[in-house]
């Protein structure tokens, strides 16, 4: 499926090619929580690299978070979350671990997306007390990240986009 996107004042518009377009994942952890902030969330999609077209390149900006962990030193992230640096508008995340993936914030797509039949709520150990975190039918919690991966999802729930 072609994904459109934009940030909100549009200095910066994007295509890409997803296999996996339901955003069905909800991350409560503290970096997504604060450089997305939908929700007191983020939710990411899954899209081909290879096909990401970029209008307006001069406008992006580049966060790679500091992690933070009890007895471990902080160390920086290699994955590039991709902003405009106009508005603000957090539009995609880059890892060179997995150089064949991007994962476009749902936030930013301009096309319409499927509702997803089941939403995932991820990093509940990190989320504050002040989220309202769905709960019951529909609702799969888990305390940091689910064994199961985007791709695998979609194919359960007979989503995979060819």
Same mark, same amino acid.
């Given at each position: ?31 997504? $929580? *604060?450089?997305? %902030? ?11 690299? &290879? +096909?990401?077209?970029?209008? !307006? $390149? *001069?406008?992006? %900006? ?11 030193? &902080? +160390?920086?992230?290699?994955? !590039? $979350? ?81």
């Amino acid at each position: 499926m072609r994904l459109e996107g934009s940030c909100h004042c549009r200095a910066v518009t994007f295509s890409v090619e997803s296999h996996s377009p339901v955003p069905f994942m909800h991350c409560h952890c503290s970096i997504c $929580r *604060k450089t997305a %902030g939908s929700g007191g969330y983020a939710i990411n999609l899954g899209a081909d690299a &290879a +096909t990401l077209k970029v209008r !307006g $390149r *001069k406008h992006l %900006g580049v966060y790679h978070a500091v992690l933070r962990e009890p007895g471990r030193r &902080a +160390t920086r992230s290699p994955a !590039g $979350r991709r902003f405009c640096t106009q508005c603000g508008s957090p539009l995609w995340l880059f890892d060179s671990r997995w150089p064949e993936l991007v994962h476009p914030h749902a936030s930013a797509i301009d096309t319409p997306l499927p509702k997803p039949p089941e939403v995932v709520e991820i990093g509940l150990a990190w989320a504050p007390d002040w989220i309202d975190v769905p709960a019951g039918d529909g609702h799969a919690r888990f305390e940091q990240m689910p064994d199961e991966s985007l791709e695998n999802w979609h194919k359960r729930h007979g989503l995979w986009s060819a």
